[in-house]
Nanobody, 117 residues
Framework: QVQLVESGGGSVQPGGSLRLSCAAS????????MGWYRQAPGKQRELVAD???????NYAESVKGRFTISRDNAKNTAYLQMNSLKPEDTAVYYC???????????WGQGTQVTVSS
């Protein structure tokens, strides 16, 4: 089993920045991919970005150029640096992890990000 704990959410004005962290514990050696999903009210959960153990990244088109995902394997932690935030980025952000792209069963509890003036 793997446990994921997120931190770093909050409220920010449009154009601002936030950094999310996701710390993994438990059977960490099984984790190959870590990522961030988000879910806005009334919408489906969507992939924001993910990163493999060797640093390959993937981003949703809506966040390319504004968000950066990174990973510290020594600390078993993934980060999501979010810049130039927009109101449409408002959502609950969930950390996700798994042993492969098709097997990602581990989820964090979610952290709220609100972008509003």
């Amino acid at each position: 089993q793997v446990q994921l704990v997120e931190s770093g959410g909050g409220s920010v004005q449009p154009g601002g920045s936030l950094r999310l962290s996701c710390a993994a514990s438990g059977n960490i050696f099984s984790i190959y991919v870590m990522g961030w999903y988000r879910q806005a009210p009334g919408k489906q959960r969507e992939l924001v970005a993910d990163i493999t153990r060797n640093g390959n990244t993937n981003y949703a088109e809506s966040v390319k150029g504004r968000f950066t995902i990174s990973r510290d394997n020594a600390k078993n932690t993934a980060y999501l640096q979010m810049n130039s935030l927009k109101p449409e980025d408002t959502a609950v952000y969930y950390c996700n992890a798994g042993s492969g792209f098709a097997f990602r069963p581990y989820w964090g509890q979610g952290t709220q990000v609100t972008v509003s003036s």
